[in-house]
């Protein structure tokens, strides 16, 4: 993982909190939770709906859930559970739907479930008013499901961007034309001045790299594009090379001595993540064997390190694989409330003071995305993962708090001397809309109820731990849940956004940034509005869609 930490966020007590990205070939993906699940098809859609209806064509002819999802299914292959698994625990899925890939980015469940976790499903389908979608991954993921991991069954191991497209037999590892520079960092971008009236002010002639540890040159070196340059560095360093360059803000680029290039308020702004917490219980009715048998007894334990050396098989293959996904309207009562404080707030009360004009636009318009999606069944604010044990994380799909990452003042990749390894200021500015308070402890309240339920009383005799069930006061819960829960789920995005310039935005529907010639941006950092989903198959159909419109202007231009 990249050393990164925020700054002391207030609305957590003054903590800071790290951000999770992976430093290692093959990125986040290489360290990442293995969900490889999607959100609705309205996740999806907003990024147009946030666009403005001004805009709105233009974006839904390249963006929204129609035109990502042939990109979801090229992305990864997708292994069927045996009928074994589908006999034994219920598994739906929908291939036709949902998949039709051939790369070497594998989707596949676990072949061994825990017992509670049948259970689990079992008191889930008693309950009235729960959806149970056939198969999420087809833009229907409100409700009860089966999700996915990123892992190879032919191996039982992680299957990443490294394994599937590079070190692959296919991959171009094996080819002349392709270069990997593992342990260097790209400081720079490579700007050349264009006469005016080109249709931008700078062009993309390449990037400017150094090594990340041992001797340094005497200066970066660079190398040149004839074509392109792709910026692919996630959430937390796109905006950096993108600031360090001369693109971004014009007082955050002045700050850190940079010459302003292109003033693009919207780089570096817009940050989200899905905030997470856990809430405990202690089951009366204990269901064995279970995660902690594997702990307690010894002979069981064996037993299942046999089935896992032999074949692959048994009680250490499991992995999380079903997931409540539930809108806000099923859970609370308060929606129409909550939608009128968020269409109520004014446009610019909770945002960073001097936020530019146009970021604070584009934020007006989100507000309305999102106040239509909390009034939406189709769209969810709840995410609760279960696999049968006694401690469920309860996490916030959809916030109103906006965060920044910005380049350091003390960082020197904005010299050609420089090693460029401070890292960039990262402000998670947890809470700074005081709606996501109100929408934790909804989730909070949502999550009792249907822990509460008497299905799931007949199945597990559920007895709260913590917070307890004493706790009702909404300050009292507030209190409680700011002092423990996590800014980040591993899932930032947003800070390079897909928007129109004039919103805010960083790269339009081309993924062109705005202001330069041949350079776009192929990362979740694009991401405008964040979807209820974990976001690694996100990013892999993004890098889909990016490889698409990159041959079509490479085709267009000859």
Same mark, same amino acid.
């Given at each position: 993982?990249?050393?990164?930490?925020? *700054?002391?966020?207030?609305?957590?007590?003054?903590?800071?909190?790290? &951000?999770?990205?992976?430093?290692?070939?093959?990125?986040?993906?290489?360290?990442?939770?293995?969900?490889?699940?999607?959100?609705?098809?309205?996740?999806?859609?907003?990024?147009?709906?946030?666009?403005?209806?001004?805009?709105?064509?233009?974006?839904?002819?390249?963006?929204?859930?129609?035109?990502?999802?042939?990109?979801?299914?090229?992305?990864?292959?997708? $292994?069927?559970?045996?009928?074994?698994?589908?006999?034994?625990?219920?598994?739906?899925?929908? *291939?036709?739907?949902?998949?039709?890939?051939?790369?070497?980015?594998?989707?596949?469940?676990?072949?061994?479930?825990?017992?509670?976790?049948?259970?689990?499903?079992?008191?889930?389908?008693?309950?009235?008013?729960?959806?149970?979608?056939?198969?999420?991954?087809?833009?229907?993921?409100?409700?009860?499901?089966?999700?996915?991991?990123?892992?190879?069954?032919?191996?039982?191991?992680?299957?990443?961007?490294?394994?599937?497209?590079?070190?692959?037999?296919?991959?171009?590892?094996?080819?002349?034309?392709?270069?990997?520079?593992?342990?260097?960092?790209?400081?720079?971008?490579?700007?050349?001045?264009?006469?005016?009236?080109?249709?931008?002010?700078?062009?993309?002639?390449?990037?400017?790299?150094?090594?990340?540890?041992?001797?340094?040159?005497?200066?970066?070196?660079?190398?040149?594009?004839?074509?392109?340059?792709?910026?692919?560095?996630?959430?937390?360093?796109?905006?950096?090379?993108?600031?360090?360059?001369?693109?971004?803000?014009?007082?955050?680029?002045?700050?850190?001595? *940079?010459?302003?290039?292109?003033?693009?308020?919207? +780089?570096?702004?817009?940050?989200?993540?899905?905030?997470?917490?856990?809430?405990?219980?202690?089951?009366?009715?204990?269901?064995?064997?279970?995660?902690?048998?594997?702990?307690?007894?010894?002979?069981?334990?064996?037993?299942?390190?046999?089935?896992?050396?032999?074949?692959?098989?048994?009680?250490?293959?499991?992995?999380?694989?079903?997931?409540?996904?539930?809108?806000?309207?099923?859970?609370?009562?308060?929606?129409?409330?909550?939608?009128?404080?968020?269409?109520?707030?004014?446009?610019?009360?909770?945002?960073?003071?001097?936020?530019?004009?146009?970021?604070?636009?584009?934020?007006?318009?989100?507000?309305?995305? &999102?106040?239509?999606?909390?009034?939406?069944?189709?769209?969810?604010?709840?995410?609760?993962?279960?696999?049968?044990?006694?401690?469920?994380?309860? +996490?916030?799909?959809?916030? &109103?708090?906006?965060?920044?990452?910005?380049?350091?003042?003390?960082?020197?990749?904005?010299?050609?001397?420089?090693?460029?390894?401070?890292?960039?200021?990262?402000?998670?500015?947890?809470?700074?809309?005081?709606?996501?308070?109100?929408?934790?402890?909804?989730?909070?309240?949502?999550?009792?109820?249907?822990?509460?339920?008497?299905?799931?009383?007949?199945?597990?005799?559920? $007895?709260?731990?913590?917070?307890?069930?004493?706790?009702?006061?909404?300050?009292?819960?507030?209190?409680?849940?700011?002092?423990?829960?996590?800014?980040?789920?591993?899932?930032?995005?947003?800070?390079?956004?897909?928007?129109?310039?004039?919103?805010?935005?960083?790269?339009?529907?081309?993924?062109? +940034?705005?202001?330069?010639?041949?350079?776009? $941006?192929?990362?979740?950092?694009?991401?405008? &509005?964040?979807?209820?989903?974990?976001?690694?198959?996100?990013?892999?159909?993004?890098?889909?869609?990016?490889?698409?419109? *990159?041959?079509?202007?490479?085709?267009?231009?000859?």
């Amino acid at each position: 993982m990249y050393n990164l930490t925020s *700054v002391p966020q207030p609305g957590l007590g003054g903590a800071s909190r790290p &951000l999770a990205a992976g430093s290692v070939v093959g990125g986040s993906s290489a360290v990442n939770g293995m969900f490889f699940m999607r959100g609705s098809a309205e996740d999806y859609d907003a990024w147009v709906w946030a666009a403005g209806e001004e805009h709105h064509d233009e974006f839904a002819a390249e963006w929204g859930w129609d035109n990502l999802l042939p990109f979801f299914k090229k992305s990864v292959t997708f $292994v069927p559970p045996t009928g074994d698994m589908v006999r034994e625990y219920n598994i739906t899925y929908d *291939v036709e739907a949902a998949y039709g890939g051939s790369t070497p980015i594998y989707s596949s469940y676990r072949p061994f479930q825990w017992p509670a976790t049948v259970a689990m499903w079992n008191a889930f389908k008693k309950i009235p008013g729960f959806r149970f979608p056939q198969e999420g991954a087809g833009g229907d993921a409100s409700g009860v499901f089966w999700a996915p991991n990123s892992r190879d069954p032919a191996t039982e191991r992680r299957s990443y961007a490294k394994s599937g497209h590079y070190t692959n037999e296919d991959g171009p590892a094996t080819r002349d034309n392709f270069h990997l520079l593992p342990g260097h960092r790209v400081t720079q971008l490579i700007l050349s001045s264009l006469d005016e009236g080109a249709g931008a002010d700078w062009l993309a002639d390449g990037v400017r790299f150094v090594p990340r540890d041992g001797e340094m040159p005497e200066e970066a070196w660079a190398v040149r594009a004839r074509r392109e340059v792709i910026i692919s560095a996630g959430t937390a360093h796109t905006p950096q090379v993108l600031q360090r360059s001369g693109i971004g803000p014009h007082h955050i680029l002045e700050a850190a001595g *940079v010459e302003v290039k292109v003033e693009l308020p919207g +780089v570096g702004t817009n940050l989200q993540d899905h905030m997470n917490f856990a809430i405990s219980y202690t089951f009366n009715k204990q269901i064995t064997p279970n995660s902690t048998t594997l702990l307690l007894d010894q002979e069981y334990a064996a037993k299942a390190l046999d089935l896992w050396e032999t074949n692959k098989t048994g009680p250490y293959t499991t992995y999380v694989n079903s997931v409540v996904f539930l809108p806000l309207n099923f859970f609370s009562n308060k929606t129409e409330n909550i939608i009128s404080s968020v269409l109520g707030q004014g446009q610019d009360e909770y945002l960073p003071e001097g936020t530019d004009a146009t970021v604070i636009a584009g934020y007006v318009e989100q507000k309305k995305t &999102l106040a239509r999606q909390f009034n939406s069944d189709a769209s969810t604010l709840l995410e609760v993962p279960f696999s049968g044990a006694s401690s469920l994380s309860i +996490v916030l799909c959809k916030c &109103l708090s906006r965060g920044t990452i910005h380049i350091s003042p003390d960082d020197d990749g904005t010299e050609l001397t420089g090693r460029g390894d401070a890292e960039p200021v990262l402000d998670y500015r947890s809470f700074s809309n005081p709606i996501d308070l109100d929408l934790v402890v909804e989730l909070l309240r949502g999550t009792r109820h249907f822990m509460g339920s008497e299905a799931m009383i007949e199945a597990l005799d559920p $007895v709260e731990t913590s917070p307890g069930p004493n706790m009702t006061d909404d300050e009292e819960l507030k209190a409680w849940i700011a002092s423990r829960i996590s800014p980040s789920t591993g899932h930032p995005i947003g800070t390079a956004s897909l928007a129109p310039r004039e919103l805010g935005g960083v790269v339009g529907p081309d993924l062109l +940034v705005y202001g330069v010639q041949k350079l776009s $941006v192929a990362d979740n950092s694009i991401i405008p &509005l964040i979807p209820s989903t974990h976001t690694s198959s996100t990013a892999y159909a993004i890098g889909e869609k990016a490889a698409d419109l *990159v041959l079509r202007r490479a085709q267009a231009s000859g």
